[in-house]
Structure formats: structure tokens, C-alpha cells
Antibody
Framework: EVQLVQSGVEVKKPGESLKISCKGS????????IGWVRQKPGKGLEWMGI????????RYSPSLQGQVTISADTSISTAYLQWSSLKASDTAMYYC????????????WGQGTLVSVSS | DIQMTQSPSSLSASVGDRVTITCRAS??????LAWYQQHPGKAPKLLLY???RLQSGVPSRFSGSGSGTDYTLTISSLQPEDFATYYC??????????FGPGTKVEVK
């Protein structure tokens, strides 16, 4: 059974750094694209980017390029989403999700990580 | 960027109703379209991909159609568990995938 288990709620201040995680199991983590989706409070879904863990090939939405970093550690089957300097506008629920082999849509989803950024 | 629109933004329906949601892309996307369902406080769930292919385990009352720029999601007979928000997503070109703004299906 495919499972994606994300790290817990984060409460941070503007300017702080953060790295949230997503641990995959039940499938070949290294050989499967995995991605991140943002959902701001009361808003819709936003495709952020994806990564191919075996070679760390990461692709970012043009609107988010440079604002976040997606990485992965195949030794522990975990993908990461990282910020170097958080803003209040980064407050959102962040989902990791497994990309289908058929196309870059999301077949399995993690439970989400809530990130709250406030002074 | 490929922009996605959905209509309506919300609708009210009753159990047993036939419901249709439309998704339009700003350019042709060659059936590279997926539909998701999201209940409040939950992660989205994949319903269909390739515009009309039903994801394993999804009830057959859900169906999809369309081509070019225009696509539809149809729920043939709305069930109580179908009250949710529905999103389309185009995946025509990476990394320019985009979601539609969503359609909320509410109880009439």
C-alpha cells in the first residue's frame, strides 16, 4: 500500500528557515516522481514542483522558482520542501503527492503539513 | 502559462441529481487533464485522468469527457459523500502544470 506521511504542524516567524518532510513507503521511492502542492487558507490548489529522487532532478513552477527548494533523500525515502526565509504569505497547507507514471498528475497524497508564519 | 477556469464556482444540488462541472484551458491541452475531489480538512483525491480515465476504486457515477480546451466532469447521481470541492488540473507541459480554481458542490 502506498503511503506518504508528512511532518507535523509548524509555527514560525517571518525570516526563519524551515524544512518539512514527506516519507514514502509501499513503492519504489527513488524511481518515482514526487511533488508538492500548496493550499492557502480558504483557497485552491497550487502546483509547486516535483522531484525525481534517484538523480534529484527538480522542476519548479515558474511562479515559485527560487522561493522554495525541493530535495529528496533516497536512503530514507523522504522528500523535502524547504524555505530559507519565510514570509507571512507562505502560511498554507502543504501536501506532498506521488506523481503517476502516466503523467504529471498526483495519484497518491500525503495528509498535509500546516505551516503558519506570523510575527 | 496555461490558465484554467472552472464553472460554476459553486452549485447547489440534491442527492440523486446529475451534476456537471466544466473546466476550460487557455490553450489546447491534448486530454492531459485530471480531476480531484477534496473534502474540507482532507487531502485531495484523484478521480479521473487523461480527461476520461477513471482512477481505480472511484465509483462509476463519475465520468469525464472533453477535448482541446474544454472538459467536463459529470456525476450521474449525486451521493451524500459527493458534496465536496472539485478541481481540474492540466499536465500538458512540465513544469507548467496548473489547477483550476475549484467548484464547490453544496447541499440544496
Amino acid at each position: 500500500e502506498v503511503q506518504l506521511v508528512q511532518s507535523g504542524v509548524e509555527v514560525k516567524k517571518p525570516g526563519e528557515s524551515l524544512k518539512i518532510s514527506c516519507k514514502g513507503s509501499g513503492y519504489n521511492f527513488a524511481d518515482s516522481w514526487i511533488g508538492w502542492v500548496r493550499q492557502k487558507p480558504g483557497k485552491g490548489l497550487e502546483w509547486m514542483g516535483i522531484i525525481y529522487p534517484v538523480d534529484s532532478d527538480a522542476r519548479y513552477s515558474p511562479s515559485l522558482q527560487g522561493q522554495v527548494t525541493i530535495s529528496a533523500d533516497t536512503s530514507i525515502s523522504t522528500a523535502y520542501l524547504q524555505w530559507s526565509s519565510l514570509k507571512a504569505s507562505d502560511t498554507a497547507m502543504y501536501y506532498c503527492a506521488l506523481i503517476s507514471v502516466t503523467g504529471t498528475f498526483f495519484e497518491y497524497w500525503g495528509q498535509g503539513t500546516l505551516v503558519s508564519v506570523s510575527s | 502559462d496555461i490558465q484554467m477556469t472552472q464553472s460554476p464556482s459553486s452549485l447547489s444540488a440534491s442527492v440523486g441529481d446529475r451534476v456537471t462541472i466544466t473546466c476550460r484551458a487557455s490553450q489546447a491541452i491534448g486530454n492531459s487533464l485530471a480531476w480531484y475531489q477534496q473534502h474540507p480538512g482532507k487531502a485531495p483525491k484523484l478521480l479521473l485522468y487523461g480527461a476520461s480515465r477513471l482512477q481505480s476504486g472511484v465509483p462509476s457515477r463519475f465520468s469525464g469527457s472533453g477535448s482541446g480546451t474544454d472538459y467536463t466532469l459529470t456525476i450521474s447521481s449525486l451521493q451524500p459523500e459527493d458534496f465536496a470541492t472539485y478541481y481540474c488540473q492540466q499536465y500538458y507541459r512540465t513544469p507548467q502544470e496548473t489547477f483550476g480554481p475549484g467548484t464547490k458542490v453544496e447541499v440544496k
